[in-house]
């Protein structure tokens, strides 16, 4: 794929890659412009869910698996977004496939009033990752991320299994690094 990032885009950390937070990661871009680039890490469970109740419609109660979006902001700070599988709503950005990204709640309600979304296949993402103007293209060039786009079986898998088959999927020396150590010294 081209290195142009555009919604949608698919970030696979290095294989290498010391910083903790980021390592065996997959970002998918929400938003790009030229002042600031946000992505949202889609690999990363963590072990609360949230539950979304609408008040005199318990028939749509729904708990929802969490994941880890990034190290920017968390639901105590209202970064709260809802990755899900189903069609597009008023203001939601489409990340490939079938996948959806909507921050506005009342929305994704909605769309669940409607039952066209796929509950199963619904996440709630809490933080986020930023990037100031330039700085995502340099990573990029430095080679800390490399470039692909979103598929919807990446949904289905967490850790290093998403980021493992994100790498395979592009194949050649990449899907050699899927193999990789996670410590280089293990080899």
């Not at 929400?30 to 890490?41: F, H, L, V």
């Not at 933080?127 to 079986?153: M, N, R």
Request: net charge negative; aromatic share 10%; proline share 5%.
């Amino acid at each position: 794929m081209s290195q142009k990032l555009s919604v949608g885009t698919l970030l696979i950390s290095e294989p290498f890659l010391p910083e903790e937070q980021f390592f065996r990661k997959l970002i998918v871009i929400i938003e790009t412009s030229s002042e600031s680039t946000s992505g949202i890490i889609i690999n990363e469970s963590l072990p609360n869910s949230i539950c979304i109740a609408v008040e005199d419609k318990p028939e749509l109660e729904l708990t929802v698996p969490l994941l880890n979006g990034g190290p920017v902001g968390d639901y105590n700070d209202k970064y709260l977004g809802f990755i899900y599988l189903g069609p597009p709503t008023k203001n939601s950005i489409h990340l490939g496939g079938e996948y959806y990204y909507v921050s506005d709640i009342i929305e994704l309600i909605e769309q669940i009033e409607t039952q066209f979304v796929n509950l199963l296949r619904t996440f709630a993402i809490t933080g986020y990752c930023g990037w100031g103007p330039g700085q995502l293209e340099a990573e990029i060039e430095e080679k800390t991320w490399i470039v692909s786009d979103f598929k919807d079986h990446y949904m289905n898998l967490k850790g290093d299994i998403a980021w493992k088959s994100a790498l395979k999927d592009l194949g050649g020396e990449f899907a050699l690094l899927a193999n990789a150590p996670e410590d280089v010294q293990w080899n």
